[in-house]
């Protein structure tokens, strides 16, 4: 348990750092001065710099699922819940120093390993969701798993690097309510809900 705790600190440790100084300035030795351990300490929670980012990240998706699953228990409407559980699957504003160090060419692999993991676990909240949906006739579809792979490729291919027009979100509107067989203004409110985000 104790082995536990110390590899959450440096890994908050190394998160603080990563968003402050960005991920390309902070080294490991800063990581060690900032814990005050030794460099063996390091190395045996994590075999590497890029090691300790992979793990940052999965410890951003746990407290995104955890964000997921309490949005899934709020009352609010079906399509609201659905969009609040893909939004809250996405980093955080100040955490875009982590999502662009992701973005780079070098970073590809990690990147796709990252982005399906998330896919694999929005899918079955998603999917209560939709089941929901389709029992009060806001929905109207069948292989659900598939119709949410798809909604959740095309907004990380949307939403991922933050630029995007009105066009483009008329258009992810438009082709969800179609895959989710939605009556057409049903998701419109996520046009409101980007432009203040943006602001």
């Given at each position: ?127 209560q969701v939709v089941m929901e949906g389709i ?65």
């Amino acid at each position: 348990m104790k082995n536990n705790e110390r590899k959450q600190e440096l890994l908050k440790i190394a998160y603080n750092m990563f968003l402050n100084k960005g991920y390309d300035n902070t080294s490991v030795d800063d990581i060690i001065n900032e814990a005050k351990i030794a460099k063996g300490t390091y190395y045996y929670y994590f075999e590497s710099k890029e090691a300790t980012l992979e793990e940052v990240i999965n410890m951003m998706i746990k407290d995104e699922v955890a964000s997921a699953n309490e949005i899934l228990k709020m009352p609010i409407s079906i399509p609201e819940k659905l969009v609040g559980i893909i939004t809250s699957l996405r980093p955080k504003k100040n955490e875009q120093e982590i999502q662009s160090t992701l973005n780079k060419k070098d970073n590809i692999v990690m990147h796709e390993k990252i982005k399906n993991r998330i896919i694999e676990e929005a899918i079955p909240l998603l999917e209560q969701v939709v089941m929901e949906g389709i029992e009060s006739k806001v929905f109207n579809c069948s292989h659900i798993k598939e119709r949410l792979r798809m909604i959740l490729i095309m907004s990380n291919e949307i939403f991922d690097n933050g630029k995007f027009d009105l066009n483009e979100i008329e258009v992810f509107i438009d082709i969800t309510e179609k895959i989710l067989g939605a009556k057409e203004g049903t998701l419109g409110f996520i046009k409101m809900l980007i432009g203040g985000q943006n602001e």
